[in-house]
């Protein structure tokens, strides 16, 4: 078991295999898009299954494929089905913005995923067109009816944004009671690669949005969060799904942070809100043997910061401006 210098276990890696996204959703990246990484920048897949397949050797039990968007990377099928395979890999799952997935979902079940984070923000055509900047929110509501009629467990991401989609909270709670999924409200992130620096205080908050829901449902009883959540999460009587809220930005879970990142560039990220620690793929380019890169990984686990804040303020002088598609979120 991998256990990092504050005592915290270590067993979840989430891997962004892209920066490049079909959807331009305001708060991860500019109207033009970013200024995507060449191939040759980004990790190889034989790079990332030789990372992973040390990262399992580790102590690593959970993969989450991110990106940008996974479903826009070339091959990401047989990628994923030679992920699937590795042993000790207990848990492999997927965030996507639903737009290319509906083809796949029937393959997902067979490789053995079985949860996916949906990113949906509101209910509402226009207005999701206003945040993502494209005309899809039927072919991501069909991807989600796909993934339930599959018997994928379905998580659905909702970035709640002041002036955009508060109206939408409480109709995507309304979706628990028919359906069986967890929708999470999430804590909007200064990780939009425009270099505007974020305003201190959020206006909408985990506090804020908890006000919201149990104003509607004052009958919402809190759930006991699995080990490691970093969602606080509730059930509303009657309904099928449950509800969860991230404190993303207000940071309260890193005393139980079990995470690491890996970007598309091969960069391990210990921290979100870090700048990155250490690169792994540079470490493979430079002909380092598998021992030598699994004492950088132990170096860098045993150096990580206490939490978000710590993190943040070590790279304040550069100010925060990534995007979340260069991160994976
Ligand atoms: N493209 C995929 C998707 O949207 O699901 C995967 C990558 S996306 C960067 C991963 C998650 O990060 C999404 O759920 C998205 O809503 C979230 N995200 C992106 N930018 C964010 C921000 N500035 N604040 C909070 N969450 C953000
Ligand atoms: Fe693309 Fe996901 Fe970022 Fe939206 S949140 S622009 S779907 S990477």
Redesign the pocket.
């Given at each position: 078991m991998l256990i990092d210098n504050h005592g915290r276990p270590i067993n979840y890696l989430r891997l962004a295999v892209t920066d490049r996204?079909n959807?331009r959703?305001f708060?991860?990246m500019p109207e033009d898009g970013l200024n995507w990484l060449s191939r040759k920048e980004l990790m190889s897949y034989e790079e990332i299954l030789r990372a992973c397949t040390l990262l399992v050797n580790m102590g690593i039990k959970k993969i989450r494929i991110?990106?940008?968007?996974?479903f826009v990377r070339k091959d990401i099928m047989k990628f994923l089905t030679a992920l699937s395979k590795l042993e000790g890999l207990d848990e492999l799952s997927i965030?996507?913005?639903g737009v290319l997935t509906a083809p796949y979902v029937k393959q997902l079940k067979q490789i053995g995923v079985r949860s996916v984070?949906?990113?949906l923000?509101t209910l509402d055509a226009g207005r999701f067109f206003a945040i993502t900047r494209r005309d899809e929110f039927g072919v991501v509501m069909h991807t989600l009816d796909e993934l339930l009629k599959h018997d994928i467990a379905v998580k659905i991401?909702a970035?709640v944004m002041d002036g955009k989609n508060t109206q939408d909270i409480i109709p995507l709670v309304q979706l628990t009671k028919d359906m069986p999924v967890s929708v999470r409200f999430?804590?909007?992130?200064?990780?939009?690669g425009d270099g505007q620096i974020h305003e201190t205080r959020l206006s909408w908050d985990h506090v804020s949005i908890l006000n919201e829901i149990e104003n509607a449902y004052p009958q919402i009883q809190k759930l006991t969060d699995p080990e490691y959540s970093t969602s606080y999460n509730y059930h509303i009587p009657g309904h099928k799904g449950s509800v969860g809220i991230i404190a993303?930005y207000s940071r309260t879970f890193c005393g139980t942070c079990n995470r690491i990142r890996i970007t598309p560039q091969g960069t391990l990220k210990n921290c979100l809100y870090d700048d990155g620690v250490l690169n792994i793929k540079e470490l493979m380019r430079l002909g380092k043997n598998d021992d030598t890169i699994k004492d950088y990984l132990l170096t860098a686990f045993n150096n990580r910061v206490k939490d978000g804040w710590v993190a943040e303020k070590l790279v304040q002088h550069t100010g925060m401006h990534e995007s979340?598609?260069a991160?994976?979120?």
């Open positions: 996204c959807l959703c708060y991860c991110t990106g940008g968007e996974p965030t996507t913005n984070n949906l990113s923000d991401n970035v999430i804590e909007e992130m200064p990780f939009n993303a979340m598609a991160i994976g979120g």
